[in-house]
């Protein structure tokens, strides 16, 4: 498959799985709603990030392996929901806030911490390695020069990073944001139990 329409394919596939419902989006919506837009542009950042891990061992094959391993998969999966589900309850104690969120002067430490939440939200994904052992079998070939992988693999994580961007800056714009700021952990913990249902369901489904 030649590089453009390797990058067409990928394009059309990923932004479909992005736009779908589920931890990543959730967790986007929560720190923009609770925080301000740049906390959901860092934590789309660190989703971006987090698909550097699924990237890195599907292009080496090991997708296969993981996607084949049932007590590999199980150790992901209880990895991951288990986090999905500490973030959920983070989310359900959440209390009313006496300002407005802040969109600016994010200081560096917590800064870091977003990205790093962002990051582990996806790279503890379940689902990724069945998910990107599929989509790499399309566009991948055995004898593929490591810089197309590169490529391929650079252009997934702007894709995402480009998706959540538009998500964060379209549920910050003021009108959005002075709307739920006043309700604010109410939404904080309507997606706290929404994060922690996914957690639940990530351990108790059966990845087929």
């Known amino acids: 498959m030649e590089l453009a329409h390797g990058l067409l394919v990928i394009t059309v596939i990923h932004l479909l799985a992005a736009a779908s419902p589920g931890p990543d989006f959730v967790m986007v919506t929560q720190q923009t709603l609770s925080k301000g837009r740049r906390a959901g542009l860092l934590c789309s950042l660190g989703i971006a990030l987090g698909l550097s891990v699924h990237i890195a061992y599907s292009a080496f094959g090991l997708a296969t392996v993981i996607a084949n391993s049932s007590s590999a998969l199980w150790a992901i999966k209880i ?75 650079i252009w997934i994580m702007l894709i995402q990073l480009a998706w959540f961007s538009i998500v964060a800056t379209l549920l910050a714009t003021p009108p959005v944001a002075k709307r739920f700021n006043k309700f604010g952990h109410y939404i904080d913990r309507v997606l706290g139990g929404a994060m922690v249902a996914l957690g639940i369901k990530v351990m108790i489904t059966r990845i087929t």
């Open 79 to 153: 990895l991951g929901g288990s986090y999905l589900t500490y973030l959920g309850v983070k989310g359900l104690l959440a209390k009313p806030k006496r300002s407005a969120p802040q969109t600016n002067g994010v200081e560096t430490s917590s800064a870091i911490k977003t990205i790093v939440t962002g990051f582990l939200c996806n790279a503890l994904n379940p689902k990724a390695p069945l998910y990107f052992l599929s989509l790499f079998t399309i566009v991948l070939s055995p004898d593929m020069p490591l810089h197309v992988i590169a490529i391929y693999g």
